[in-house]
């Protein structure tokens, strides 16, 4: 089948080719999609085909992307001139046997 489907709820168990807009859309195991789907909620069942773009359907605006932060990573600590490693105070066990 090919063509264009707008409906609440959408359920493909065939093939279809060309573009999807629901809010809700299934693609069972059996089902071969190919083209663009526009919905709020998309399942593909394991074994279906889905070949094209899909964009989220939604009244609400998209949330603010995060501020661009650097995270530090774990590691040994450097000393305050960056060239060389500090050895972290030995736990107490470790200070009395040796």
Known sequence: MEGRIRAVR???????????EADRLEIVASGKVAGELIAEQLVIESGAQF???????????LPEPARDETVAAAGPKRSEKGSKTQREKPLAAEAETG
């Not at 959408?10 to 999807?20: K, N, P, T, W």
């Not at 070949?51 to 605006?61: A, I, L, R």
């Open 10 to 20: 959408v359920m493909i168990s065939g093939e279809f080719s060309g573009q999807i």
């Open 51 to 61: 070949n094209g773009t899909s964009k989220v359907k939604s009244d609400q605006p």
